[in-house]
């Protein structure tokens, strides 16, 4: 293993994103962009390009006419990573699928195809939805409790790695001259029966050239950074300053060691925004300008509410003192990161309004400033562990461009990121093994 | 409305497929055809040069040592779809996906965006899983049984089609100096609740130039032909011969009839095997000589078996008569086609050998002749309704060659094909409509 390296991943969300509800009204995005797969594969190749490690497509299931822009209307992720599989040769294609209404057979079986399809660049972004809401449109009265979802999620991914494992590496010998298929002792059933699942198996699925699929995870309360750090091979997650960054990292490195795994086969991701400008002033006032331009209160409102399950603040007084009783809604939903909003709002007597605020983007955001000035926040951040690499949030496609043309040539320049692609897969890019797939035991 | 048109389906099974176990033998078929993307995109590419109105994909989700090759490594049939949708420009894709084991909100998404991804050439053969051992795949220990696997069918499609009309067509504004993304009136929650499902909606994606996915349908018992009577655009299916053809066509358009539906309206187009010679009689030597060679009396049985929960016939004494209590294992399998079998073994006294042999190809087959014989048997099962346009299975690439460059020309000369594509989307190659989207009740 060389010289450790920064990870690149672009989150694509179209028409609008976290805290850019009105991202649409610039002209240089189709209204219909989340949904419009020659969009996905400009951007696709524009990131390829530029030798990033990965596209991650965040997702949801739940809307209501209050939805942001960018919730409304959107493409399955394995169903639009499959096309951007044949339209890319090398960047790695992660896709986001909830493990508390899918089956875990469908799981295996849809990541093993987009494994073979995109010949090795396959990941799975781990969630338990987080939208409870989702819950209806499964035929079930409510979403699962933490316990459940995150037990299905433990579950889950034990199932879906033993059926990528039902075919061993050479199982196969399709030998002509013998007229010889399949190995028939290299085919292993699962016979799993769990708590929540039970699958005989085999999945009719051969291995990728990368083994199988790269898996991230997604979750930040206890339970899901334990899930993170038993099962996953990277991790999703916010950074708002470098000192949550470090803290945030060297928590789940932690968590993976004492649980007998390397830290450094998992590589940790946030997501962020980046406002490259002609200098340091420049972007602070670009990102100013879109904040004002991107997100009005209401819309900051409607936002803030997805972590209570969508729940409608604007019933209450902004300016009277946060309703703390609202944390009972987000039970089921994104609760850890609306407990720490409750429980701030009520230590600091703040009001609604105020508790909104905090939830914007911090102005300026740590990755705003001249090319240089991102490039080195983002060698600080690299160099003191707080991210292994980036999943930016693709913004404005101008700026999209200025990072791609600016920031990451001095990334290169500075030896923390690669200056041309070294591997074929998405495995071979994170520098994770391929994992070994030899059964000791006799055939069953 | 022009003169009614022939249709064309390639079924590309890699591999083998029914009866050709040996298939890959080939050498110009790839050892992992089923899994090769590039394979795929080739065939697809070829059919769409011939003009073909669409891709169609069956599926299989289990299997054992003794499966036949082309189960034992495929890809889930969307994920390739969608990998097609942008190798292609004007050929439809055609799905299969059961009823049985996928949540119809997850149904409605995938092929949704498929629907998307592809500018309105999506279709979805609706099955209930032929293949009984599914089950134990998906948490169950027994498959269901045909009142439910055909309940939920039928539910499945009501839901699925619901959730496909969330948005009205103009439902999205995008006025950029209104700043207006949606019309919210124009968004419909669906608020089912059946006997299988409940499902609240709305579905997070607009519908496609064709409206919405086309849906076929694959079951041949009462109850399957009552659900594609029902519901179904296009029914997949099988047809020995001319007479069996006809009948089964004119059973399920009156079935059609019957519900107040057009039967124009329902394409019936059967799967079949092509051998095209220099001469009748070298054609029928070609298909001899495939006939020895690719499928070993062994390999039938294994078949044969499908129908019955892949039984394993070789426990019995071939020549002894037909183990007629294996019907019992067809239960909750093929039934209709395994009742079918039994019947006639009974009833004529065969051996389980003598029954197997009336499952192997026929030989002659229909469509085995002269380009000039297989044209004109095509054009008579077509003008005497016994099909409305075939599924092609295709078997070896040189045939294929030989089918799209010498039989299909003759079927445009005799003015039963078209001679380029007049449509964009698939239910424009079908002849069928786009179903209205139009609310009159007033918005939720
Ligand atoms: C950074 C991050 C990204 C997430 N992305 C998604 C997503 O794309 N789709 C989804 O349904 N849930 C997503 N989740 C939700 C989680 O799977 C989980 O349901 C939610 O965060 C509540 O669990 P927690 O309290 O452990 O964070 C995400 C969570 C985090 C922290
Ligand atoms: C022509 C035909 C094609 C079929 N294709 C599939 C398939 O690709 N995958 C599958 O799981 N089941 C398939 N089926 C199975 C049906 O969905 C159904 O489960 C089975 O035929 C038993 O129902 P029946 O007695 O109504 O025919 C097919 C059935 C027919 C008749």
């Known amino acids: ?28 995005i189709p209204g219909d962009a989340s949904v419009d797969i020659d969009w996905y594969i400009d951007v696709a190749r524009q990131a390829e390009a530029a030798l990033f490690d990965l596209v991650f497509i965040v997702d949801s299931q739940f809307i209501t006419p209050h939805s942001p822009p960018h919730y409304l209307n959107r493409l399955e992720p394995l169903t639009l990573l499959s096309a951007l599989a044949v339209s890319t040769s090398r960047i790695g294609l992660v896709g986001t699928l909830t493990t508390s209404y899918n089956a875990p057979f469908n799981l295996a079986r849809r990541l093993a195809s987009l494994d ?17 809401g989702t819950a209806g449109n499964y035929s079930r009265d409510k979403h699962y409790d933490y316990d459940t979802r995150y037990g299905r999620a433990l579950e889950s991914v034990s199932v879906v790695r033993g059926l990528w494992r039902s075919y061993e590496d050479d199982a196969f010998p399709r030998d002509r001259a013998s007229g010889r298929f399949l190995d028939p002792a290299k085919l292993h059933r699962l016979d799993h029966r769990g708590e929540h699942f039970s699958v005989v198996g085999p999945l009719n699925i051969q291995r990728s050239p990368q083994g199988e699929p790269v898996i991230f995870q997604a979750g930040d309360s206890e339970q899901g950074r334990d899930l993170g750090a038993a099962i996953a091979d990277g991790i999703f997650t916010h950074a708002p300053s470098i000192e949550q960054g470090r803290a945030f990292y060297a928590d789940v490195k932690g968590r993976a060691e004492r649980l007998g795994r390397d830290p450094d086969r998992i590589v940790v991701m946030p997501g962020v925004s980046i406002t490259v400008g002609d200098s340091d002033a420049d972007a602070i006032e670009i990102e100013q300008a879109e904040r004002r331009s991107d997100h009005s209160f209401e819309q900051a409102l409607t936002e803030f509410g997805r ?16 309703p703390a009783h609202t944390l009972e809604f987000a039970k089921s939903s994104f609760f850890t990161n609306a407990r720490k909003l409750t429980d701030l709002a009520t230590s600091q007597n703040l009001t609604l309004r105020q508790t909104v605020e905090t939830t914007r983007k911090h102005h300026p955001g740590p990755f705003v400033g001249s090319a240089e000035t991102v490039a080195s926040r983002i060698v600080e951040w690299f160099e003191s562990r707080a991210l292994d690499g980036l999943n930016i949030h693709m913004n404005h496609p101008a700026q999209f461009r200025r990072f791609t043309g600016e920031v990451v040539p001095l990334l290169q320049e500075r030896g923390v990121f690669r200056s041309g692609y070294t591997h074929e897969t998405l495995r071979g890019h994170l520098g994770l093994p391929v994992p070994s797939n030899r059964r000791v035991e006799c055939a069953a």
């Not at 060389?2 to 002209?27: A, S």
């Open 1 to 28: 293993m060389g010289k450790r390296q920064l990870k690149l991943g672009l989150v694509p969300t179209g028409v609008g994103g976290p805290g850019q509800h009105n991202r649409w009204l610039d002209p240089e």
């Open 307 to 322: 972590s209570f399950g969508w729940h409608d603040f604007t019933q209450y007084d902004p300016d009277a003192p946060f």
């Open 116 to 132: 073979l399809i995109s010949r090795g660049r396959a990941g799975w972004n781990v969630v338990t939805s987080g939208d409870a």
